[in-house]
């Protein structure tokens, strides 16, 4: 995976999704951990943090290895879409649980102060 690794009994623990998107989050989670995917997006618009391209291009590579061999290539561009949009989606989620961890901590000092 273009010098991006994952030890194989943590890649084994993958092949049962049997879905491109769910298996794309489960990539992006072991590859790039839920605090950098809370931190940073696909795109890195916004003045957020870009996810690393290598790690992403390696997920690409991947999914469209297990799930994309007999799609003609509009197919997988759509079926890529589709799991890149679920990488910025997750990214989205854990940015706004963080934002609203960080509100209720800063609510829970000023009400112990």
């Known amino acids: 995976m273009l010098g991006v690794t994952l030890p194989m009994d943590e890649y084994r623990c993958l092949q049962s999704v049997n879905q491109p998107t ?15 995917l809370s931190t940073a997006t696909v795109t890195g618009k916004d003045a957020t943090k870009k996810l690393d391209p290598q790690i992403t291009l390696a997920i690409k590579n991947e999914v469209l290895r ?32 963080r934002k609203k961890a960080l509100e209720l901590q800063g609510t829970l000092s000023n009400i112990n102060a």
């Open 66 to 97: 297990v799930f994309g061999s007999h799609l003609s290539g509009e197919e997988k561009a759509k079926m890529w879409n589709s799991c890149s949009a679920s990488i910025a989606g997750k990214c989205k989620n854990l940015r706004y649980a």
């Open 22 to 36: 769910k298996f794309t989050l489960a990539l992006a989670e072991k590859l790039y951990g839920m605090e950098q």
